[in-house]
């Protein structure tokens, strides 16, 4: 088997490692078996306290050399998820230890079976978070500020009939009110989160009628804003976000009702 047949499958005529040997494609494919493993440990297919496969066969079943396992077993460990000990091998280590915030963990986490647990939590810190958000948003905002939050409310407007791009305009919205914060450590919160913003954000927009309402729930958060009013902004977001709640609940629930028939 060609190294990194079975993370690249989709693409056989690509270049061995043993042919790109440090090369920018030798470095990738660590990322790409580190995404892979981390992807099972947050899905849980490998357990908490479990012991990692040997080498040769944790190789062999991704089709990558030892060189290019060890690489990847850095990463994770970096990240918390893993413990590398001499003669007991590498053991997953318990979810309290997981650099939960971690971009990477985030995205594994939003890319398998870990969604629907990883949702639930997600939508707890945002409803900590957000509403306090808009309220210090109101109180602090620009001009260039709130034109930057209009800017998005008009982009989810034009992009109604776009799933994916509503995606990204709604993302846009709840950024640009984190950033007209002016919090060092409140304005980078939902870049860090973004991918798991993503997430959800597909599983409720598809629905048009609920999106159009959802627009209008946006929009009384941004009215709030624009009058410098942060009580009034922070009940209109978390409206917002207790509606996305319900939202999510049941484009999950049809999603389970869809996968029993």
């Known amino acids: 088997m060609e190294e990194g047949a079975a993370i690249n ?11 790109w040997r440090g090369s920018v494609i030798e470095r990738t494919l660590d990322v790409q078996v580190a995404r892979e493993i981390g992807v099972r440990i947050l899905a849980g297919e490998l357990p908490v306290g479990s012991v990692l496969p040997n080498e040769s066969l944790l190789g062999l079943d991704l089709g990558v050399s030892r060189t290019v ?3 990847a077993i850095k990463v ?6 893993v413990e590398v000990r001499r003669k007991t091998g590498t053991r997953i280590r318990p979810r309290s230890d997981w650099n939960a915030l971690d971009p990477d963990i985030l995205r594994w986490l939003f890319a398998g079976p870990g969604f629907i647990p990883g949702i639930s939590d997600l939508l707890e810190l945002r409803l900590i978070i957000e509403p306090a958000g808009a309220h ?15 800017n998005a409310l008009h ?3 034009a992009t109604r009939e776009n799933a994916e791009a509503t995606v990204d305009a709604d993302l846009r919205f709840h950024l ?7 919090n060092a450590f409140m304005r980078p919160f939902g870049a860090l989160i973004q991918e798991a913003l993503c997430a959800s954000f597909r599983l409720t927009n598809k629905d048009r009628h609920a999106y159009e309402c959802s627009i209008e729930r946006h929009r009384a958060v941004y009215l709030a804003i624009e009058a410098r009013n942060p009580e009034a902004a922070k009940e209109a977001m978390r409206v917002v976000l207790n509606k ?3 939202d999510i609940q049941r484009a999950i629930a049809d999603k389970a009702v869809k996968r029993e028939f």
């Open 244 to 246: 996305t709640s319900e």
């Open 136 to 150: 210090r948003a109101a109180a602090r905002r620009t001009a260039a500020d709130l034109q930057e939050i209009s």
């Open 76 to 81: 994770l460990e970096a990240k918390g998820l």
């Open 176 to 182: 640009a009110i984190l950033e007209a914060t002016h």
């Open 155 to 157: 982009g989810m407007e």
């Open 9 to 19: 499958a989709a693409t056989p005529t690509q270049p061995t490692l043993k042919t």
């Open 69 to 71: 396992l060890r690489e």
